[in-house]
């Protein structure tokens, strides 16, 4: 079976270069100066830690943590921390950049920040995990605050990561903190769908790219990769909109039906087994396979650069709708704007949520809490605003999504740095 796994990136192969190119795409549309376009394509801040944990055996390992801070004109950074053995300094710029854009795209206060420690968290026990969290916490305490950088859920990570964070800042300050991560359990000030957010993101712009297409989602086929937290939503969501989940995978390999799967007996499967790959209810298949398959919308969910220009011309969906960040390659843009497919671009797609996690920071801060409806009917209002806005200016610059999408968040950033200047 194939597997999501990415090497570290050279100097020729930088997912951060890739990030520039894309901003540099919209730039070139807004006719932004070399000046601007040196401050929005840098990070602000770069910080890498090298940290020992203690294990359970009482031997000592060393790892290597980021937090990075790519630009925080409009508002605190905002961004997830993910734990993976390929974890680059390169890689956390990037999603930093494009959390930047996602946040801006969406018009909430937030800048853009990322983090990550380079572990395969499978290899490590519950308490180890929870020292190596602790210890990454309090090395990037100078950074992270209510009002400065305000980390979340990302690959490998989840509520309980985010409650060792932030009990580990409270017991630092003295006082309990719940506003210093989102992403929370209920209990410790988390909100109502939160969980689900990004996937109910996923539903709502595929939904919307569907009327475009005039694409009926009842009957309409998916593929899935990364069965995760975004991907398992994402599917499930749609599924309650009609549409058949037809092929599933995640880093143990995959499994197809052209007649549909159940979304909900996959997750079965795979918190049973581990994977989705083995079900019973479809035909083994591999991660690179699912990409190429016939169907109506295909949901990259997993890592970055999936599809790539190697195999982009053999990508037979109609609309792809990015739960990933970064999973499509400018040259692969390229090719499926030649081919006619929409691609619904990360900054869009997945931003559920992080435009959720705004809404979990202001009942933090507020200390009043919403219940579900409230928070679904608001995030639709954000993302089908923001979709139709995209979407405009697509027509207007004739360009694809991920362009129009940039304009529109860079246009926003450059003007917030226009107007703030240039201290001193």
């Given amino acids: ?75 605190p950074a905002k961004g997830g921390i993910r734990y993976h053995q390929d974890v680059s300094l390169d890689e956390v710029k990037a999603l930093a950049s494009w959390m ?171 918190v049973k087994t581990g994977s989705v790959s083995g079900y019973k209810g479809g035909d083994s298949i591999t991660n690179a396979e699912l990409l190429e398959l016939p169907c109506d919308i295909l949901v990259p969910a997993a890592l970055e650069r999936q599809i790539t220009g190697k195999n982009a011309s053999k990508v037979k969906a109609k609309v792809i709708v990015e739960g990933a960040n970064g999973p499509t390659t400018p040259e692969a843009d390229a090719i499926l704007d030649s081919k006619g497919v929409v691609v619904v671009p990360d900054i869009l797609a997945n931003a559920g949520g992080v435009v959720v996690s705004y809404f979990e920071w202001v009942q933090d801060l507020q200390r009043f809490f919403w219940d579900k409806d409230d928070v679904d009917k608001k995030l639709e209002a954000v993302l089908t605003k923001s979709f139709d806005q995209v979407m405009a200016l697509s027509a207007k610059h004739k360009t694809n999504m991920r362009t129009a999408a940039l304009v529109l968040a860079v246009q926003r950033v450059a003007e917030a740095t226009t107007i703030r200047g240039i201290y001193p």
Wanted: charge should be positive.
């Fill in 100 to 270: 930047t854009w996602k946040c801006a795209v969406t018009n909430i206060p937030y800048g853009g920040g990322k983090g990550g420690i380079t572990v395969n968290p499978k290899d490590l026990s519950k308490s180890e995990l929870e020292r190596l969290t602790r210890r990454f916490a309090t090395e990037i305490s100078p950074l992270i605050g209510i009002d400065s950088d305000i980390p979340a859920p990302d690959v490998n990570t989840d509520g309980q990561i985010m409650a060792w964070i932030m009990d580990t800042i409270s017991m630092h300050s003295g006082y309990t903190q719940p506003g210093i991560v989102t992403g929370k359990p209920i209990s410790i000030g988390g909100t109502l769908g939160r969980t689900e957010a990004t996937g109910r993101g996923v539903m709502i712009t595929a939904r919307e790219a569907a009327k475009k297409q005039r694409l009926s989602l009842q009957g309409a086929k998916v593929a899935v990769q990364g069965y995760g937290n975004v991907g398992y939503y994402g599917a499930t969501l749609l599924q309650r909109q009609g549409s058949k989940i037809i092929a599933a995978s995640d880093s143990g390999g995959g499994v197809h039906n052209d007649k549909g799967m159940d979304a909900e007996a996959l997750q079965a499967h795979k």
């Fill in 1 to 75: 079976m194939a597997t999501l796994k990415t090497k570290a990136p050279a100097q020729n192969d930088s997912v951060f270069a890739m990030a520039v190119q894309q901003f540099n795409a919209a730039a070139d549309k807004l006719g932004l100066d070399k000046g601007m376009r040196a401050v929005l394509s840098s990070c602000k801040r770069e910080f890498t830690v090298n940290f020992p944990v203690k294990m359970d055996n009482g031997s000592v390992k060393v790892f290597t943590g980021h937090r990075v801070q790519h630009n925080v004109t409009r508002g």
